[in-house]
């Protein structure tokens, strides 16, 4: 069994800057992706960023530019440095784990970011 643990959401102003982290533990793996996810009141669940391994970076258009996702060396914990943040940005900010190229994912309870003046 996985689990999977977000921190770093938290209440911001336009224009600041947060950092999640996303700890996956339970087994001694190097996850094949680890990936952020969000959803805001009354919206699906949608792509933020995913790192996968072998592959570049992916994210989405709307963050482009101003977010990174990053891993550290040992692959299990995974991080979305978020700059130039904007009111639109805020949501539940949810990590996924994917353990290897195929079988299940596994989702993280979900931290709350909040970008408002």
């Known amino acids: 069994q996985v689990q999977v643990v977000e921190s770093g959401g938290g209440l911001v102003q336009p224009g600041g800057s947060l950092r999640l982290s996303c700890k996956a533990s339970?087994?001694?793996?190097?996850?094949?992706?680890m990936g952020w996810y969000r959803q805001a009141p009354g919206k699906q669940r949608d792509l933020v960023a995913i790192?996968?391994?072998?592959?570049?970076?992916e994210y989405a258009d709307s963050v482009q530019g101003r977010f990174t996702i990053s891993r550290d060396s040992a692959g299990s914990t995974v991080y979305l440095q978020m700059n130039s943040l904007k009111p639109e940005d805020t949501a539940v900010y949810y990590c996924k784990v994917r353990p290897s190229a195929i079988g299940n994912d596994y989702w993280g309870q979900g931290t709350q970011v909040t970008v408002s003046s």
């Open positions: 790192d996968t391994f072998g592959r570049r970076s």
């Open positions: 339970g087994s001694d793996f190097f996850p094949y992706a």
